[in-house]
């Protein structure tokens, strides 16, 4: 669906939203105002992709635009951390306490190798090196990246 099919939307169910709030019917309400906030998201997300500004559906009203700049804020910035194309399998170190796992995302200049420590088991996000031309190669260089870490904890 077109971005502006689901700005419409949002501003359909916004519409439906206010109508239930006059009636006091506030179950209703508050649904109509749930799906408003999610179809605004969806537009934001297509926007982004379409390389499209805020439509004017949505712009007179706070929290449609709010979530709508929230939802185009993450796509961009999916996008700019690429798609995640492989993935090694998780290495502990000597002590156990921390484990790594080598991976290569694809952005838009080539293959990026990457590497996520986690210590404890905890969150981590990956870092990634330069681009490379070929999905080998990045592989290659991402198992490189997580040897050498692992060479230095001996």
Request: charged share 25%.
């Amino acid at each position: 669906m077109c971005f502006l099919s689901h700005a419409l939307e949002a501003r359909t169910q916004w519409a439906l939203h206010r109508i239930a709030l006059i009636a006091g019917n506030f179950d209703a309400a508050g649904d109509y105002l749930t799906e408003a906030q999610i179809s605004a998201m969806d537009s934001g997300i297509a926007a982004f992709h379409a390389d499209a500004e805020l439509p004017h559906l949505l712009a007179d009203v706070p929290v449609l635009t709010a979530e709508w700049n929230n939802a185009w804020d993450v796509a961009a910035e999916d996008h700019a951390r690429g798609a995640t194309v492989w993935i090694g399998t998780w290495s502990s170190d000597l002590d156990g306490l921390r484990e790594t796992r080598a991976s290569v995302v694809k952005r838009t200049k080539g293959f990026c190798p990457g590497l996520e420590v986690s210590y404890q088991g905890g969150d981590c996000e990956p870092s990634y090196g330069d681009a490379l031309p070929t999905l080998e190669e990045a592989i290659s260089a991402a198992e490189k990246r997580e040897s050498d870490w692992h060479l230095t904890d001996v």
